[in-house]
């Protein structure tokens, strides 16, 4: 599908009189100079939503588009549409494209990162973004266990730092049944800290990152376990935690 997308996406650059070359893209307006993909995305990736098509097909160019380009600018564009007065996407569609995505061999680091600063850290939209992307599969996740699922798993997991703990703790104790998702859960406990919206319980998280198998020499492991065994929730509303607990595991 991922493919059938980025084709579909190419042939509506073209249409716009952009085409790819070496190195780069070009305009027609301006053939002699060479566009990054970042200048591509910024200069077009909104014009996708004013196309006079189902609003379900504009999604799915939206994330062709990503495909070709893997830039951040086509997610923001994305979200940016189904806040709109015309939105919201159509959800299916919207979280589908995400769920294909994640799923990949080929991670687009355009992706998690647009979940991280885009729905995870607007918890107006958190709950139902984590839900979508992880939270109500995470059951089928443990029982098949395939390399897709495994992939999105471990993709959410490590951004998930700013989801509501409440929300995200259910999933995080079903996870712990898969080990090869273990350093994915240590990077979301890590991330749960030091994001500026990172939210966790700290006995909860400690209790977790206890039962985790995880390398002898994983790097900040020690300090973690320090800073929630003494209580605290998030770097920024602990000032000098993280700083204190590094020089005691020195």
């Known amino acids: 599908m991922q493919n059938k997308d980025a084709e579909v996406a190419r042939r509506w650059l073209a249409d716009q ?3 790819q070359v070496r190195g780069g893209w070009v305009s027609d307006e301006e053939p002699d100079v060479v566009l990054t993909a970042n200048q591509v995305a910024h200069s077009w990736a909104a014009d996708v939503f004013a196309e006079d098509v189902e609003a379900a097909d504009q999604v799915r160019l939206a994330f062709g588009l990503l495909d070709l380009l893997d830039e951040y600018w086509v997610t923001y564009e994305i979200r940016i549409a189904d806040d709109s007065a015309e939105g919201p996407l159509p959800a299916d569609v919207l979280w589908d494209g ?3 995505r994640l799923e ?3 991670g687009l680091g355009a992706v998690a990162y647009s979940l991280w600063v885009d729905w995870f850290e607007d918890h107006t939209t958190s709950d139902t973004a984590f839900a979508e992307v992880l939270g109500s599969d995470i059951d089928r996740v443990v029982a098949d266990r395939s390399e897709p699922l495994i992939r999105r798993a471990r993709r959410v997991l490590e951004c998930s730092g700013p989801v509501r703990w409440g929300v995200k703790e259910p999933t995080y104790r079903t996870a712990l049944r898969v080990p090869a998702l273990h350093c994915a859960l240590f990077r979301g406990l890590l991330t ?4 500026l919206y990172g939210d966790l319980e700290p006995a909860a998280a400690l209790a ?3 039962q985790l198998d995880l390398p002898a020499n994983t790097r900040h492991r ?3 376990r320090h800073v929630l065994t003494a209580g605290h929730r998030n770097h920024y509303r602990s000032a000098g935690a993280w700083e204190a607990a590094v020089r005691s595991c020195s």
């Open 104 to 106: 990949a061999e080929r």
């Open 208 to 210: 977790l990152l206890d």
């Open 17 to 19: 009189g952009v085409s």
């Open 98 to 100: 995400y769920r294909q």
């Open 222 to 224: 020690a300090e973690l």
């Open 192 to 195: 749960s800290f030091h994001d």
